[in-house]
């Protein structure tokens, strides 16, 4: 929640021309961002990256969802790209802290339904805007699995 306050991506919100881009709107289409809301702005860029994902889910080697992220995973990907092996140990104290904390915060998943009116409108535009393209994106990956 608190990317959404502003900084990175978030504060092209006023740029109306690359907040349009990013979240996959058309040039030619009547559609404006609101940018008195950053929960659809946030939700609708969520969506346009999913989207981009599985338009070009032929160019990926590994898709790996958050909820996998474990030491066998980080593994797989340091075999894909032939790095040097590193320790379950090191690998599980690196997952353990808040990637975006800069004090090395430790990591506490959030997984509760919003509790606040600002987070049940986050939840409200990214069922609208994220959850259909991420439910495609599984399926063409499934799919790729498939192949």
Known sequence: MKSLKGGGWMGLIEDSRKNRLLAGLRPD????????RPEE???RVVGNYLRVARL???LFDLVIRHEELAPRTVQEVV?????????NAKIRRCLSYDAKS???????ANCEAGTSTFELAVEREV???AIPEFCE????ISQKCRK
Do not use: D, Q, R, W
Request: no cysteine; charged share 15%.
């Open 127 to 129: 069922e609208k805007h």
């Open 29 to 36: 289409e009547t559609t404006s961002i609101n940018t008195n």
């Open 56 to 58: 070009n889910i032929e």
């Open 102 to 108: 800069e004090h090395k915060t430790p990591y506490v």
């Open 41 to 43: 702005f946030a939700a």
């Open 79 to 87: 075999t894909l790209f032939g790095l040097s092996t590193i320790s």
């Open 137 to 140: 994106l599984m399926l063409s």
